[in-house]
């Protein structure tokens, strides 16, 4: 079931990538900030694992906005310092009232 429209109480940017590249032309990742949202940000598990001598760790996160058309795999959230790459993103009833996407924090 959706949120009550009163559980959006984060304040998250929806970022769109915008490639660009330096002065010697190599690609640079750089993100626009599309639109400011009210969300609820809830941590949904997370895991850690070694790979290569390294520590990695997962977290995902479900991050409900009211509904959109714009949401996809290609955008993320910037949610104070952490951006939550969206992974899946789905109207949960069909009444085009919520936004449901599943995001893997980006821990660089």
């Not at 940017?13 to 949202?37: C, F, H, K, M, V």
């Not at 009210?38 to 290569?52: C, D, K, L, M, Y």
């Not at 390294?54 to 058309?69: L, P």
Request: glycine share 6%; charged share 30%.
């Amino acid at each position: 079931m959706p949120p009550m429209t009163g559980t959006l109480r984060e304040r998250v940017t929806l970022e769109t990538p915008n490639p660009t590249q330096d002065a010697s032309g190599q690609p640079i990742e750089d993100w626009l900030p599309t639109a400011e949202l009210w969300a609820s940000v809830v941590t949904a598990g997370g895991r850690e694992s070694i790979r290569g001598q390294q520590m990695d760790a997962t977290t995902t996160h479900a991050v409900v906005v009211r509904y959109r058309t714009d949401l996809d795999t290609t955008k993320r959230f910037a949610w104070g310092n952490r951006k939550l790459n969206i992974t899946k993103a789905n109207d949960p009833d069909n009444r085009r009232a919520f936004m449901r996407c599943e995001c893997i924090e980006d821990v660089d």
